[in-house]
């Protein structure tokens, strides 16, 4: 089965800075990888999609790698802002129709 | 609106008591997820549907958990007998095409089973 590991589980930074999220999976036979944003007790909001064959996906502030020969994700955040203050989250998708999801990182961006 | 659309955003409910929840996918999505999430954890899969069809259920869903998706558009989601540990953040992702494309999920419905 498919394990998903964020690092950090928290992250505190002040605003303006560039920070750097991480994920990890098991299995690297994946279809693609999907980073989200949640706000407190919302829904997710998806970020970037990275198919298997990209290495990189960007969209405004926010650039999302893979590596996935050796499991890896990175999302990074240009620039924080206080309003970037949300958990994230990645999933990846394998065979089959089910994405796995880690436990999320806590971004808190202090103005 | 187009996004994916979950009803209702919150639920208390007393032990026992039948529950349904409610989920418009995007106009046009083939693809309907339901996903569990529980609070500090990240969402667990429970079904997916391709049009109509339940291709694929978790085994977190058990028979007191049902699905449905009657005429491939808007999804409901049943808990029976509902026990404590059932609160939770449901929630509903929609995509279309293929397994490579971008799913969609809604603002989620919050039960509280007391």
């Known amino acids: 089965k498919q394990e998903v590991t964020q690092i950090p589980a928290a992250l505190s930074v002040p605003e303006g800075e560039n920070l750097v999220l991480n994920c990890s999976f098991t299995d690297s036979a994946i279809y693609n990888l999907q980073w989200f944003r949640q706000d407190p007790g919302k829904g997710l909001t998806s970020l970037l999609l990275i198919q298997s064959s990209q290495r990189e996906q960007t969209s405004g502030r926010l650039n999302a790698s893979l590596d996935k020969s050796s499991g890896r994700s990175t999302l990074y955040i240009a620039a924080s802002q206080p309003g970037d203050s949300a958990t994230y989250l990645c999933?990846?998708?394998?065979?089959?129709?089910?994405?796995?999801f880690g436990t999320g990182t806590s971004l808190t961006v202090i103005p | 609106d187009t996004g994916v659309s979950q009803n209702p955003r919150h639920k208390i409910t007393k032990r026992g008591q039948n529950v349904t929840f409610r989920c418009d996918p995007i106009?046009?999505?083939?693809?309907l997820y339901w996903y569990r999430q529980t609070l500090g954890q990240g969402p667990e899969f429970l079904t997916y549907?391709?049009?109509?069809?339940?291709?694929?259920k978790s085994r977190l869903l058990s028979d007191r958990f049902s699905a449905e998706r009657p005429k491939g558009s808007f999804s409901t989601l049943e808990i029976q007998r509902t026990e404590q540990g059932d609160s939770a953040m449901y929630l509903c992702?929609?995509?279309?095409?293929?397994?490579?494309?971008?799913?969609?999920f809604g603002q989620g419905t919050r039960l509280t089973v007391v």
């Open positions: 549907f391709q049009n109509e069809a339940q291709l694929e």
């Open positions: 992702a929609s995509s279309f095409g293929s397994v490579n494309t971008e799913a969609f």
């Open positions: 106009s046009e999505h083939n693809r």
């Open positions: 999933a990846v998708r394998n065979t089959g129709n089910q994405f796995y």
